[in-house]
């Protein structure tokens, strides 16, 4: 992209004239990165695709992380940062003193004193995060915080796994009245498939790697998750809780 295309420079020419309002906010879906060398912070996705880009800790030093943060936080009212840990949040909140640590999902929020969450109790369309056992709450917790972040309700039932089914049946109000379900499930994996059996709304699975022996840090369950027989189901990555909030906020809305 041309030098020129920057912020004020398009300002300038809709002012003048040079250009329309329709080029100019198609110039601005495209509009360069913030270069810190070590990232490109896009600072445009929220236009293109309706919400900030969020931040992946793992890999980065704390020194990246708070300085990204820092940056996106300024222009972004909210920013998410996914798989971080106490300290990361630390070294944030000195910096970033609003933000807020989800423990459980290992996310931080920031969120600009001025755009507080609206209450989402009186939203009839939610999300339904359920877990197979409580070992996979840390990536359904990802998944349930992601989409609270995003703008949707969020309803949550944990540990109803296939080896007690009496557990699942007892939440089938709650199964029948949401908009669409993220089923989180480790070891075989099959609860999703239960799941979608049982409904007429799509279904989110989310493999996690908990489990022994042959599950194989999640394998075994993403793939009785890509081979089920029930229909409307999509299957996203290995502890991937964040993917599949996402997704599930967009479904919702």
């Known amino acids: 992209m041309e030098k020129i295309d920057s912020l004020n420079e398009i300002l300038k020419r809709v002012k003048s004239g040079e250009i ?24 445009h996705r929220c236009l293109r695709t309706g919400f900030p880009e969020v931040v992946f800790c793992q890999g980065k030093t704390g020194d990246q992380i708070v300085e990204i943060l820092k940056r996106m936080a300024a222009r972004n009212p909210i920013v998410l940062a996914t798989k971080a840990s106490e300290d990361i949040y630390e070294a944030v909140r000195r910096e970033l003193p609003h ?8 996310m931080i929020v920031v969120r600009s004193p001025e755009s507080a969450p609206e209450s989402k109790a009186d939203d009839e ?9 409580t ?10 915080v992601t989409a609270e972040a995003m ?11 296939v080896a007690g089914l009496h557990r699942l049946l007892d939440q089938k109000g709650k199964l029948d009245n949401a908009n669409v379900i993220v089923v989180v499930a480790g070891m075989e994996g099959a609860l999703a498939s239960v799941v979608g059996g049982l409904v007429s709304k799509p279904v989110i699975a989310v493999p996690t790697s908990v489990g022994y022996g042959s599950s194989f840090e999640g394998l075994a369950a993403l793939l009785t998750m890509l081979n089920t027989c029930a229909e409307g189901i999509a299957v996203v990555n290995i502890d991937n809780g964040f993917g599949a909030g996402y997704f599930a906020h967009l479904i919702n809305k």
């Open 135 to 144: 070992a996979d709450i840390p990536v359904a917790e990802e998944a349930a």
């Open 20 to 43: 329309s309002v329709d080029e100019a906010v198609a110039r601005l879906r495209n509009l360069p990165y913030e270069d810190l060398g070590y990232v490109k912070i896009d600072h």
């Open 151 to 161: 703008g949707s309700r969020v309803e949550r039932v944990y540990d109803i796994g």
């Open 99 to 106: 933000a807020t640590y989800h423990n459980a999902a290992r």
């Open 125 to 133: 369309k939610y999300i339904l995060v359920i877990t197979a056992g």
